[in-house]
């Protein structure tokens, strides 16, 4: 069979995931045809990189010459890492010009958008795909495993922490990410995972959401508060960021040299700025309440400035109870290397069963990101994947569902009111 044709679409710190593993590991299953970005310098490391894993430089094609790529390049498939934002505009003209789409989370950052892709995977019938990695971490498919099962029985309640810490935390309030109309803010840009993984585990799909966020830490406000006086802009050329343990110094990581302070000219896209700084409107303290179709009853807290970094979560079933603490190792997209991307430190998963002594899981986590997730989750995208009971696979339902939470959360947020999301759109 001939490989299957992959451009992708935004060549920045998360494309270099899929397309490094297209041209070495599946170089048998998938063939990379083109790069669509607005910023070429981005585009040309992203050739540089290519050309190192000893392929001839793509083709490159600016944003708006999208279609032309598609009309003389015939991807099968086009693969989106824009920023969020924009991932509709592509998902949608991707299809319907006859693509199939792999896209990465959030599948994009509000309702109407959401509508507008939904409508669109049905117009077109095509397949769109959202690359949820973190369901393939071997700790997250061990419970999903474990639940299936019935080991703690029907699952009533779901206590889920997500800290973040002042690295990788601290990196969403220096860029794009910090207006919500870039990201959604973090409950839909970072908790599209968590919230994935909820709906991945118990098998079920939110229904009514209430929440509560601010901006507690970051932001300029915040720093005078407790009383800081010595602010920047950015850090790159500014002496006050000499000291601050925020703040990040492109000059001295060659691939964030070269991805976007050399690409700044172009676009104005700076990726240090201060995380004290004006201008940031997304929260960093957030608690949502969420009520399963399942009847389950999540309560979820994420607070992005945190020491350490991992997530607690525990299962309350009618047979018992499931704990699972897992400490990541830390990361700044493009600033190392990617394997360790949501790298495991350490992971424990505990069932204490309702008349019998709690006892420990042993999981086997592997080699790679997302605590080995992240090899598993390509072969399934680009390989030749076994049939999986666990159904890892995510699709358009999925993707929408998982940023439904966050969406309604933001609503909830807006308004002070509790969030049908049936009311938010139609499947
Ligand atoms: N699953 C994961 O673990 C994971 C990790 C990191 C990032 N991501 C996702 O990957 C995506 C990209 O994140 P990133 O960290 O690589 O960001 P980035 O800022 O490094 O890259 C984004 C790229 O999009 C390009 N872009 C911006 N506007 C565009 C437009 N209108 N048309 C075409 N290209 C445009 C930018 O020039 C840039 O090259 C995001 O959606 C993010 O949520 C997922």
């Not at 071997?138 to 206590?159: A, C, F, Q, Y």
């Not at 997500?162 to 803010?185: E, I, M, P, V």
């Not at 507690?216 to 800081?228: L, M, S």
């Not at 994947?385 to 939470?405: E, Q």
Request: with cysteine; charged share 20%; proline share 4%.
């Amino acid at each position: 069979m001939a490989p299957t044709r992959y451009a992708v679409v935004g060549t920045g710190g998360r494309a270099a995931f899929f397309y490094s593993a297209i041209v070495t590991d599946f170089k048998d299953t998938a063939e990379l045809v083109a790069f669509c970005d607005t910023n070429q310098t981005r585009m040309d490391v992203a050739n540089s990189r290519v050309q190192e894993l000893g392929l001839s430089p793509l083709p490159t094609f600016r944003a708006v010459d999208f279609d032309r790529m598609i009309e003389e390049t015939k991807p099968d498939t086009v693969i989106i890492t824009t920023i969020d934002r924009v991932h509709h505009r592509y998902i949608i003209r991707a299809m319907e010009l006859g693509c199939n789409v792999l896209s990465e989370k959030p599948m994009t950052v509000d309702e109407i958008k959401c509508q507008m892709i939904l409508d669109a995977v049905k117009t077109t019938n095509r397949q769109l795909r959202v690359t949820f990695n973190y369901r393939y971490a071997p700790h997250n498919t061990k419970v999903r495993e474990m639940l299936m099962d019935d080991v703690i029985g029907k699952i009533t309640s779901v206590h889920f922490e997500w800290l973040l810490n002042t690295q990788h935390g601290a990196d969403y309030f220096r860029r794009w990410h910090r207006d919500k109309r870039n990201s959604g803010g973090l409950l839909v840009h970072k908790s599209t995972h968590h919230f994935d993984l909820v709906n991945f585990w118990l098998g079920s799909h939110p229904q009514t959401v209430f929440a509560q966020g601010d901006l507690q830490f970051y932001g300029k406000e915040n720093a005078e508060i407790r009383g800081e006086t010595n602010f920047y802009s950015r850090a790159h050329g500014s002496p006050a960021a000499a000291n601050d343990p925020f703040a990040l110094h492109m000059e001295d990581h060659p691939q964030l040299k070269a991805m976007y302070l050399d690409a700044e000219h172009e676009d104005g896209y700076y990726r240090d700025q201060s995380v004290f700084g004006d201008g940031i409107n997304i929260e960093d303290t957030m608690g949502v309440l969420v009520r399963y179709q399942s009847g389950a009853i999540l309560t979820y807290s994420l607070v992005a400035y945190c020491p350490w970094e991992g997530f607690r979560v525990c299962f309350n079933g009618t047979k018992g109870r499931l704990e699972m603490d897992v400490l990541e190792q830390s990361y700044v997209n493009s600033g190392g290397d990617q394997s360790q991307e949501g790298a495991v430190a350490h992971t424990k998963i505990t069932v204490h069963p309702m008349f019998a002594p709690p006892y420990e899981v042993a999981i086997m986590e592997g080699e790679g990101g997302h605590g080995g997730g992240d090899p598993v989750l390509l072969n399934d995208l680009f390989g030749t994947p076994a049939s999986d009971r666990l159904h890892r696979a995510a699709s358009h339902v999925d993707g929408a569902m998982s940023i439904l939470t966050g969406i309604a959360a933001n609503k909830a947020m807006r308004t002070g009111q509790v969030v049908q999301v049936k009311d938010l759109v139609q499947f």
